[in-house]
């Protein structure tokens, strides 16, 4: 992760490090976002290693645990962010929510729940659902009309 936050950002990189070495490279042209926010996706339950590098370097933490999980697991990564030097308050964090299928009848408990633990972001999902393009669509205009009256 290092090594492509220096090359997204800077003309020319030296890197040596555990598992990549590189002289004097560059990549033409640069992206025109930088730096490229970088999240990382974990399992439920993230081993320690896992944590550390999302506290340490990333921008954000794709949520894959429960509402009833997320305020434990949440509070390591602050910790260590905040033992690093790094602000925690700059790591964003996005959980899913299922809009069609099984869960489609809680989507808006479950977004009240999400919301009210402190998420910075919520990715509304309408996979599952057997939609087509169009369905898709219509569904999430459908339900982003109800999701200014769920914050």
Do not use: Y
Not at 34 to 42: E, S, T, V
Not at 128 to 136: I, T, Y
């Amino acid at each position: 992760m290092r090594l492509l936050k220096e090359l997204w950002t800077q003309d020319q990189v030296t890197f040596d490090g555990e598992w990549h070495s590189i002289s004097d490279t560059g990549l033409n042209p640069l992206p025109v976002q930088r730096p490229i926010p970088m999240w990382i996706g974990a399992k439920a339950s993230p081993n320690s290693a896992v944590i550390n590098r999302i506290a340490t370097q990333s921008n954000g933490w794709f949520v894959l645990c429960t509402p009833e999980e997320f305020p434990d697991l949440n509070e390591k990564i602050m910790r260590r962010a905040s033992a690093s030097g790094r602000n925690p308050l700059e790591i964003g964090a996005e959980a899913g929510v299922a809009v069609v299928g099984p869960r489609a009848a809680e989507w808006k408990d479950r977004v009240k729940k999400w919301n009210g633990i402190g998420l910075s972001h919520l990715c509304i999902r309408t996979l599952g659902g057997d939609l087509s393009p169009n369905q898709h669509l219509s569904k999430l205009k459908e339900v982003s009309g109800c999701l200014e009256n769920l914050f």
